[in-house]
Each structure stands twice: as C-alpha cells, then as structure tokens.
C-alpha cells in the first residue's frame, strides 16, 4: 500500500455553495501549514478541530477556508486527513487542489480515499462498495439498503457463516493429525445438519438479490399495446411532463423512448414502444419488431387494452407475447363505454395457458405460466385507477413490508457470484457425507465455501481484483 499523501475535490465539480478539498496520508498535516494562514500551526492543532483561515499558494491568497483536522487513526481512511471547506465555485476548488499537489501532495486516484480505508481495516470490502452504491443511490430502498450494508449488515452475516464452517474445518483437520485423542466417528451427520443449516443461509441471501437488484437497478419495463391504445398518454401520466407525443393517429409512436420514474419509493426504466400490429410500413414495423424484442428481456411488461375497442388478433398476438411473464394489464379509457373487461381478459389468457399445457405434453416441455396477471382499470386521461396501479407494482416486485433493521438485501452482481460459489462447495460438502466419503474430503469443499465468502468480505481476494473494484469509485471518495 502506498503511503504517499493524497488529494482530490471531494465534492461535485459544479458551482455550489461549499467545495471540499480531502488530504489523506502521513503528511497531510504538514502540507496543509505549507498552505494555511491562520492564528494556528496545523501540525499543532488537536485533532477533529475546526480552523478558520486563508489558502495561500506563496504570497498569493487563493481562498478564505475553514480547515478541519483530523488525526489517524480516528478518521475515515484511518490515516492524518484534512478537509479544506471552500467555496465552491469549480475554480476556486480546483485552485486549492492544485495549490496542495504544488506543495507536496498527489492526485488520488478513483476511490483511492475507500482503499485505503479497506486497506488500513477501517470497514470490509462489502463496506466499501456499499459507499459507491450510497453515492449512487435513486430511491428510498437503495438508500436504506446501503446504508444498512455500510454498517456492516453484509459483514456481519458473512463472518457468522465464515466463522462456522473454520470452526468445523479445523476440527475434522485436528482429528485426522491427532486421531487418538479426537474421533470423527459419526461426525458426518453432525456436519450434515450444519451443512444444511448454512445452504439454507446462503439461499435466503442469493434470493434476496433479486429484490436487491430491483432497488439497485430499478425495474426494467416495456410499455406495450395495440396504435393509440394509450401508451404515450401512460408514459406521460407516470413521467409527470410530456415525454412522448400524444395524437388521435394510430402510429405515432414508431421508435421506442425511454424514461427513467419513480413511483412507491421504486424506480421504473420505462420504454414505451411501437404500437403492434400488422402494418406494411417498413418503418413502423422495424419499430414493432423492436417492441417485441424490449418486451423479451423486461422485468415487467405493462400492456395497455384500449378497452372501448373489441379485441383483435394483434391483441392476441400481444397476450401470446406476455401471458407467461410477469405483466401488469392497463384496461385504458375506463372514462369512456368500454367493451372490454376483466373476465374477457382472463378468458383469453386461460386459453393460452391451456394451449400452453397441450403443447407441453406433446413435446416434453415445461413453461413457466404467470398464475395471476393483475387486470387494472384505469383512464390516463382522466388520472384514474394509477394509484391500485402503484400499489399493485410494489406488491408484485417487493415481497412484504422491506424492513433493514433485520433483513439483508445483496445488491451487488460479485457478491451473488461468491455466495452461488459458496452454496455449491456445500453441497458438495454434503453429497461427501452421503456418499460415505473419508473426513478430507469434507475440509477440501469447506474451505472452498470459505475463501469464496472471504471474497465479498475481501479477505480472500487478489490485489488486481481489489484495484478493478475501486477503479469504479468516483474520483474523491
């Protein structure tokens, strides 16, 4: 670990209020009296104290500053820090910075500030990338779930886990070195209900990255639906301004647009696509052709049912598109006579769901058929029924109240990845014992499930892996 001194803008590089500029290393005190004019010297001053006074670069003032001081090993990275509050006017920031790199400091780099935190021991990996996911945080749930991780929700429950399987490797490895003394004679089925005990840990955390991912990343949606059925009056609606271009012609949405809203604390990646239906315009189709394919790879796809129209055979070919994913369906322009309801809907995805099962058993196959589409009924128009439609959304993609003080959410794709590891080296563990396998081969897959939840930890990781993470950090933090 290098144990120069470093610097960066640890604020936004826009105009505000108040910038600050961060030194972090062995002699961040001394560079910081080279540049401060104040009553007092810095290196003198006690530590986490607050000074009033001038930036200087020689004779030359550059800003009226407060500086805070702080002493290792009481600081965020765990080394001497100084923070420099100026004002923030993108110049003035960077004319403090360049005048701490002049006298002696170096430009940190990307997340530099959070390695060395990790580095000095000051928080574990899953800490440090909880920072990164606080700084980007869009919603109340990513928010709260970061910051339950940054106080070591994550850590907790690895180390528990980590802590067990040690403990059970090291007694079968102590017992084949010393096998007068300690027997393993019926340790198997022991380790097997330990073993199962912490698969069943490890696949409560897994499953939660699904909800993790969700607040994250949001939910992936595709807004589809038969020409003027009322999709870019939805967007809109949902949007709070005017996103896409409303007429009473069919087909005026030809490409796809994309709008990032939140609603019930949850964020939706709206696309609200082409119209589909058969159409001859070369134009219009590749649009349609484009739908059909967002609606693929979407979390959840809303269709909108103009519901004063009869249905026709492009809405059939939409519910053969949507009936085995998970979908909401929008009975639009309730304000008007509608001839489309529920049961009629329901009626038409049972049929599919049937033909789906004949299918099935004549070709060997299985389908994963949504049980219950939720059938809303709503004008955009006039604003109504958006509000069961909200609540309906965080049912279906939040299981139950979200509660942080005991749940834990994983959110990050690398953690997931160590923890299917993990899961895998103990069933292995356990198939050993079924398979009446001698006691090492049971240490060998533990200790696999160990160093792979020693990497979310970072106790297992290599140094490359651990400069890719941070090079993701923004600058300053």
Same mark, same amino acid.
Do not use: W
């Given at each position: 670990?290098?144990?120069?001194?470093?610097?960066?803008?640890?604020?936004?590089?826009?105009?505000?209020?108040?910038?600050?500029?961060?030194?972090?290393?062995?002699?961040?005190?001394?560079?910081?009296?080279?540049?401060?004019?104040?009553?007092?010297?810095?290196?003198?001053?006690?530590?986490?104290?607050?000074?009033?006074?001038?930036?200087?670069?020689?004779?030359?003032?550059?800003?009226?500053?407060?500086?805070?001081?702080?002493?290792?090993?009481?600081?965020?990275?765990?080394?001497?820090?100084?923070?420099?509050?100026?004002?923030?006017?993108?110049?003035?920031?960077?004319?403090?910075?360049?005048?701490?790199?002049?006298?002696?400091?170096?430009?940190?780099?990307?997340?530099?500030?959070?390695?060395?935190?990790?580095?000095?021991?000051?928080?574990?990996?899953?800490?440090?990338?909880?920072?990164?996911?606080?700084?980007?945080?869009?919603?109340?749930?990513?928010?709260?779930?970061?910051?339950?991780?940054?106080?070591?929700?994550?850590?907790?429950?690895?180390?528990?886990?980590?802590?067990?399987?040690?403990?059970?490797?090291?007694?079968?490895?102590?017992?084949?070195?010393?096998?007068?003394?300690?027997?393993?004679?019926?340790?198997?089925?022991?380790?097997?209900?330990?073993?199962?005990?912490?698969?069943?840990?490890?696949?409560?955390?897994?499953?939660?990255?699904?909800?993790?991912?969700?607040?994250?990343?949001?939910?992936?949606?595709?807004?589809?639906?038969?020409?003027?059925?009322?999709?870019?009056?939805?967007?809109?609606?949902?949007?709070?301004?005017?996103?896409?271009?409303?007429?009473?012609?069919?087909?005026?949405?030809?490409?796809?647009?994309?709008?990032?809203?939140?609603?019930?604390?949850?964020?939706?990646?709206?696309?609200?696509?082409?119209?589909?239906?058969?159409?001859?315009?070369?134009?219009?189709?590749?649009?349609?052709?484009?739908?059909?394919?967002?609606?693929?790879?979407?979390?959840?796809?809303?269709?909108?049912?103009?519901?004063?129209?009869?249905?026709?055979?492009?809405?059939?070919?939409?519910?053969?598109?949507?009936?085995?994913?998970?979908?909401?369906?929008?009975?639009?322009?309730?304000?008007?006579?509608?001839?489309?309801?529920?049961?009629?809907?329901?009626?038409?995805?049972?049929?599919?769901?049937?033909?789906?099962?004949?299918?099935?058993?004549?070709?060997?196959?299985?389908?994963?058929?949504?049980?219950?589409?939720?059938?809303?009924?709503?004008?955009?128009?006039?604003?109504?029924?958006?509000?069961?439609?909200?609540?309906?959304?965080?049912?279906? /993609?939040?299981?139950?109240?979200?509660?942080?003080?005991?749940?834990?959410?994983?959110?990050?794709?690398?953690?997931?990845?160590?923890?299917?590891?993990?899961?895998?080296?103990?069933?292995?563990?356990?198939?050993?014992?079924?398979?009446?396998?001698?006691?090492? /081969?049971?240490?060998?897959?533990?200790?696999?499930?160990?160093?792979?939840?020693?990497?979310?930890?970072?106790?297992?990781?290599?140094?490359?892996?651990?400069?890719?993470?941070?090079?993701?950090?923004?600058?300053?933090?």
């Amino acid at each position: 670990m290098k144990k120069d001194t470093i610097a960066a803008i640890s604020t936004g590089m826009t105009n505000s209020g108040i910038g600050i500029v961060r030194l972090s290393g062995n002699e961040a005190l001394e560079i910081a009296d080279k540049v401060y004019r104040g009553k007092e010297k810095i290196t003198e001053v006690p530590s986490h104290t607050i000074h009033y006074g001038h930036i200087a670069d020689g004779e030359e003032t550059v800003d009226e500053v407060l500086m805070m001081v702080m002493h290792g090993p009481r600081t965020f990275t765990g080394e001497d820090t100084v923070e420099i509050n100026c004002h923030g006017g993108t110049y003035v920031v960077s004319r403090v910075l360049e005048t701490v790199l002049k006298y002696g400091a170096r430009a940190a780099e990307p997340g530099e500030f959070t390695k060395r935190a990790f580095l000095n021991g000051k928080m574990d990996l899953s800490q440090a990338e909880a920072v990164i996911d606080l700084i980007n945080s869009e919603n109340e749930y990513a928010l709260q779930s970061s910051v339950s991780q940054l106080k070591g929700s994550v850590k907790s429950a690895i180390n528990e886990l980590r802590s067990k399987i040690l403990y059970h490797t090291a007694f079968i490895e102590t017992a084949l070195d010393d096998p007068e003394h300690i027997s393993v004679d019926g340790y198997g089925e022991i380790l097997k209900g330990v073993s199962e005990e912490i698969i069943e840990k490890l696949q409560k955390l897994i499953d939660s990255a699904d909800d993790g991912r969700i607040m994250k990343e949001g939910i992936q949606t595709v807004i589809v639906g038969k020409p003027n059925a009322g999709k870019s009056s939805l967007l809109n609606l949902l949007a709070g301004h005017e996103r896409a271009i409303v007429t009473d012609i069919a087909g005026t949405t030809r490409d796809v647009l994309e709008e990032q809203i939140r609603l019930q604390g949850l964020n939706l990646n709206v696309i609200d696509t082409a119209g589909i239906r058969q159409t001859e315009d070369l134009v219009e189709k590749m649009g349609v052709d484009k739908a059909k394919e967002y609606a693929q790879k979407a979390d959840l796809i809303i269709y909108v049912v103009d519901a004063s129209k009869k249905l026709d055979e492009n809405d059939e070919k939409i519910m053969e598109l949507i009936y085995d994913k998970k979908a909401i369906i929008l009975l639009n322009k309730s304000d008007l006579e509608t001839v489309v309801d529920e049961n009629l809907i329901r009626e038409k995805i049972s049929n599919l769901k049937k033909e789906a099962e004949q299918t099935e058993k004549s070709e060997g196959q299985r389908y994963q058929v949504s049980e219950n589409i939720p059938v809303i009924q709503i004008s955009a128009k006039e604003e109504q029924g958006i509000q069961t439609f909200q609540d309906t959304l965080k049912e279906m /993609f939040l299981r139950g109240n979200i509660s942080f003080n005991e749940e834990i959410y994983i959110t990050n794709a690398r953690q997931k990845n160590a923890l299917v590891n993990a899961l895998e080296s103990m069933k292995k563990v356990i198939e050993s014992i079924e398979n009446g396998m001698p006691e090492d /081969f049971y240490s060998i897959d533990l200790m696999d499930a160990y160093e792979e939840l020693g990497n979310i930890t970072g106790e297992s990781m290599g140094e490359d892996l651990v400069n890719e993470i941070f090079s993701k950090f923004c600058m300053g933090k």
